[in-house]
């Protein structure tokens, strides 16, 4: 999901102001984040592969560079992962779309979903995806995912 690979620039959901906060989890749930991402935030694992994908879309928007690497399967993952915002390039999350949540068998699934960014002084845009994910060790790990329409 988002395969951004370069410098690492991890951060903890409380550096990026999050975790005691009242205000709804930015996954879309509606819940707190406390209540939603959080926990999967902090090690607790996923339960399936629809709740790893929303914990992924709130680490790239609190910049959990940690979190989305270690949620990455070793066979894809990339050595690092920079987060930053470039100069005059601030990242802006504006929301997630899920569009279905396929379970294949008991270890594997796939996601599709919309996500809506704007960078800098652009356009807002909208990211379509088809993620794959896998279960190994009794924890859900994002593969790769298709970017595109679908």
Not at 25 to 39: H, I
Not at 50 to 79: E, G, I, N, Q
Not at 95 to 100: D, F, K, N, W
């Amino acid at each position: 999901m988002f395969n951004d690979s370069s410098v690492s620039a991890s951060a903890t959901p409380q550096s990026a102001g999050v975790g005691s906060s009242p205000s709804g989890c930015p996954c879309g749930t509606g819940r707190t984040y406390a209540k939603c991402c959080g926990p999967l935030h902090a090690g607790e694992p996923s339960a399936d592969a629809l709740s790893l994908m929303r914990s992924r879309y709130s680490a790239y928007v609190y910049k959990l560079s940690s979190y989305l690497l270690d949620t990455w399967h070793p066979t894809t993952r990339p050595p690092t992962l920079d987060l930053a915002d470039r100069p005059g390039l601030r990242t802006n999350w504006l929301g997630l779309q899920v569009i279905s949540h396929r379970i294949i068998d008991p270890q594997r699934a796939e996601v599709s979903f919309i996500a809506r960014v704007k960078v800098g002084g652009g356009p807002a845009q909208r990211m379509t995806e088809r993620s794959r994910f896998l279960m190994e060790d009794g924890r859900w790990f994002y593969v790769d995912g298709e970017v595109g329409p679908k």
